[in-house]
């Protein structure tokens, strides 16, 4: 399984994707420049994405901890989500998310 992460240059990264991993975990795990500073304890909101608008119906909903934390990223956009609050599984297969600016190192 993989998903499709596309860096502050703009390329597209295919990165394999494990099946119970957070977003932010596998996006770390391949060593691409995202800060996630509070180690996915929703407290921080510099795992920030911008999920592709196609594959951003397909996820479950946002949390409180969330939605409160999001706030407090720098630009929001309709499809943000903190990418340490959304869980792989298969039906995530070949999602594809962007690096958002405040998250990137
Ligand atoms: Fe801190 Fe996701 S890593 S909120």
Request: proline share 2%; aromatic share 6%; charged share 30%.
């Amino acid at each position: 399984m993989k998903i499709f992460v596309t860096d502050g240059h703009g390329v597209e990264h295919e990165v394999e994707a494990q099946d119970g991993w957070t977003i932010m975990e596998i996006i770390r795990d391949a060593g691409l420049p995202i800060k996630a500073e509070c180690g996915g304890s929703c407290v921080c909101a510099t795992c920030h994405v911008l999920v592709d608008d196609e594959w951003f119906a397909k996820l479950p909903e946002k949390n409180e901890e969330e939605i409160d934390m999001l706030d407090l990223a720098l630009e929001v956009f309709d499809t943000s989500r903190l990418s340490c609050q959304i869980e792989f599984d298969k039906s995530l297969d070949g999602l594809k998310v962007k690096i958002a600016q405040d998250a990137l190192m």
